[in-house]
């Protein structure tokens, strides 16, 4: 449910309504907006009793939102989520690139790589320290030694940092040296993981699951805003379908759904939704087109020698023309990249 607050309402008006909500048991959420402020109302098992609430001093008007994501969801709070990472913004009207290889392997590897990327034009350096993988005898990252590497790369380049939690042992480890914590999509549904990033105090990158549902993406999204964290980029990273000739499909589609039921900005991941370097470009195409905030790509300066996520990895001459079609297409979207 949300509650609609009158414009001008005072601060005081609003407080009182929120403290009136939680006697009746419930939780409010305060959003204040450009026009005016609505209050969020999650924790109902049944319909609430709103004659109460609307008979409330400020009170406008109240709309019942029926799908099952209150948050996340665009009803609840119309206007765009920019998310600010420590200045670089995702969600706004700049189109942001986030690039790196899959695992953090080397110091050289990384600085090789970043030093092209950041001349590029990207402004976020992905990398993992921690790596979900298939097979227990992968490579399986650096760990903190990783993450130190990364700390370098953010202080010598200026590029922000995202790099993936796999468990919550590890996330209090990995929050302290990222800009945005990445919840893979292996871990979509790691409730435990979830609510610990929820509380992690950084920006959260949520990969979709690699056969969920975009109501069941919007929910775990649910889980993170619920603990208090506001900070949440989603990413379209391809499901699993029967199609043979990619590693996975990208969901297109998935972008437009997501930029009309829900406020948070998403990205897409046409590395991993394809598997295939030579189709990295051509869906990087289309992920701009069809309303993507960012993208976020695995480039490798040996993509032969890489530890993981060789094939789909490109080189960085290949991420100069894709960084310079990118730029093309978002003008044509009346997106910016700078
Ligand atoms: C990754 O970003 O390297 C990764 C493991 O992604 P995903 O969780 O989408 O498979
Ligand atoms: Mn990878």
Known sequence: MLVVMERGASPELVERVCKEIEKMGLIAHSMPGAQRT??????NKAQVDSDRILTLDGVRDIIHVTQPYKLVNREFYPEDTIVDVGGVKVGGPELVVMAGPCSVETKEQCFA???RVSQAGAKIFRGGAFKPRTSPYSFQGLGEDGLKILAEVRDRFGLKIVTESIDTETLPLVAKYADIVQIGARNMQNFSLLKKAGKAGKPVLLKRGISATLEELLMAAEYIMAEGNHDVILCE???RTFADHTRNTLDLSAIPFVKRNSHLPI???????TGRREKVLPLTRASVAVGSDGIMVEVHHQPEKALSDGAQSIS???F?????EVRSISAVVGR???
């Open 237 to 239: 990273r391809g499901v």
């Open 336 to 338: 910016k990249v700078t």
């Open 113 to 115: 790589i970043a030093e």
């Open 316 to 318: 960085p001459d290949m």
């Open 267 to 273: 990205i897409a991941d046409p590395s991993h939704g």
């Open 320 to 324: 100069d023309q894709l960084m310079a």
């Open 38 to 43: 609505a209050i969020g109302v999650t924790g």
